[in-house]
Each structure stands twice: as C-alpha cells, then as structure tokens.
C-alpha cells in the first residue's frame, strides 16, 4: 500500500533545539511491554513479545525519503559484520512509525524502496492501540512537522533497551559503527550476552565509556592507566615469587 499523503496534524515549529532527547530524563525508563504493533506482513505482535533479549529501537516514517531509509539501511549493513552478536538469537531490532498515518502496507513498501528484507530478528512495524506520540515521548524521542521541508524534523538515533525493556543506551547518526553498537549491546544486556566471556565484556565495559556530547563510545585513558598498572603491578610480585622460589630452590640443591 502506498503511503498515505494526507498531511499530519503536528503543529509546525522551526526551534531545532525541540528534537533534542533528554536523556538523563529518559535513561532506565521502561517500555509498556503489553505495547501493541503490526508489522510489515500485517502480523500483531507486543513489545513484550520480543523482549528478553535487548532491542535496537529505531523510530522512523515510511514516508520519508531521507534519513529513515539511510538510517536503517546503514544499520543493516553494521548489523551485517557484527560477529560477536547475531540478530535473533542474541538481540532483536524494532523499527517503529511515528507517524500516524503509517500502515503495514507503507512499512511492506519502505522495505521494498530500501531494498531491506524482512530478517529474522527485525521487524518493521506501526503501533496499534497506543498513541504514536506518547509512545515516542516515553523515550525522550521528539519530532515535529516542518512546512518548508514538507518533511518531519527528527533526531536519527539508535534505542537500546534491555531484555527488560528499559533504555539503555542512545547512539545518534547515520554513519553505524560495529564497535560502537557492539559496546551498547554489552551495555544493554550485561549479564547474559557477557556470560560466554565475562572477563573481556568487563573490561572492554571498563576500558570504553559513553561520551554524551559526542553520542559514541571512547576510551577511558585513566581507567585503562590504571588496569595496565594493575596488571603490571601482578605481573611483577608473580616475577618476584618465581625469583624467590627459584632462588630458596637453588639453595637446597
């Protein structure tokens, strides 16, 4: 089904500030799992039905011809060489409409325009019984009619929640780095995903952390100073030991 081109009630406004997410405001807050949606073959399904594994959240329209398609594609494309996790089995992606005038038929046709197919794992979906508004807003996700664009103004970002539901992390932009989503994934489901190799999702969450300001990961130099002089400071009470058993050995030869 084509998209619909009656022309959304939001009211039009110009301030770019309004899209900002205010994520200390928004950060552990947590999703109605009983949060109804259809996808893009018409099935139902909620938003509980796909926890227990974290979820990339990514809120688009179907209508648009801009960074909703780039967003998701590029997404597609990281998702494509991330070894450590798969999609399905270790975590999920939701795409979600904000606009209420999206239906399966136009999610059915933004996957055909993008060229993405329906993945195990990922689901391109419209909200059914819930307001498309509060729903955005109870992520800190803001949007607004543009007039001159004939276009909505939005944030592009990527949502992550955990097996619970609660938002864990945002990542902005359209350019997707591997590392970055791998790092909020470890953050997202801490437990369960590091379970396989505890030690390394512990230092790898120790040694990154989140730069707000910037919306990506980087290293903690202070934090990994201080682990290498850790380890160093190990390494040379283990020398020392052996030194000494070798050298009382020595003696009693």
């Keep these: 089904m084509a ?8 009211t039009s406004v110009t301030a ?15 999703l109605p799992a009983e949060t109804a949606f259809e996808d893009e073959n018409g099935a139902r399904f909620t938003l509980g039905d796909i926890l227990g594994k974290p979820v ?3 809120l688009s329209y179907y209508g648009c011809d801009g960074t909703c398609p780039t967003i998701n ?18 975590f999920r992606v939701l795409t979600v409409s904000f606009d209420a005038r999206d239906t399966s038929g136009s999610a059915a046709e933004f996957l055909r325009k993008t060229g ?8 391109h979906a419209v909200l059914k019984d819930s307001d498309v508004k509060a729903f955005a807003g109870s992520v800190g996700f803001n949007y607004f009619w543009s007039d001159a664009a004939k276009a909505f103004m939005h944030p592009n970002v990527l949502i992550f929640l955990t097996p619970e539901g609660r938002v864990a ?26 379970n396989s190799t505890a030690v390394f999702d512990m230092l790898t969450g120790a040694c990154f952390s ?12 202070s934090l990994a100073a201080g682990l290498g002089a850790l ?3 190990i390494g040379m009470l283990g020398l020392g030991f052996w030194a000494y058993r070798k050298k009382i050995g020595g003696q009693h030869a």
């Design 116 to 123: 993405l197919s329906s993945a195990s794992g990922w689901r």
């Design 56 to 58: 990339i959240l990514v």
């Design 169 to 194: 992390r945002y990542i902005y932009g359209t350019r997707m780095d591997v590392r970055n989503i791998e790092l909020a994934l470890i953050d997202a489901d801490w437990n369960r995903i590091s």
């Design 231 to 233: 380890v160093f400071g």
């Design 16 to 30: 770019g500030s309004v899209v900002q997410i205010d994520e200390p405001r928004h950060l552990g807050a947590r």
């Design 210 to 221: 989140y730069n707000y300001a910037e919306g990506k990961y980087q290293m903690n130099y």
């Design 3 to 10: 998209h619909a081109v009656s022309q959304p009630t939001q």
């Design 73 to 90: 594609i590029e997404l597609a494309a990281a998702l494509s060489r991330l070894d450590r996790f798969k999609l399905g089995s270790d």
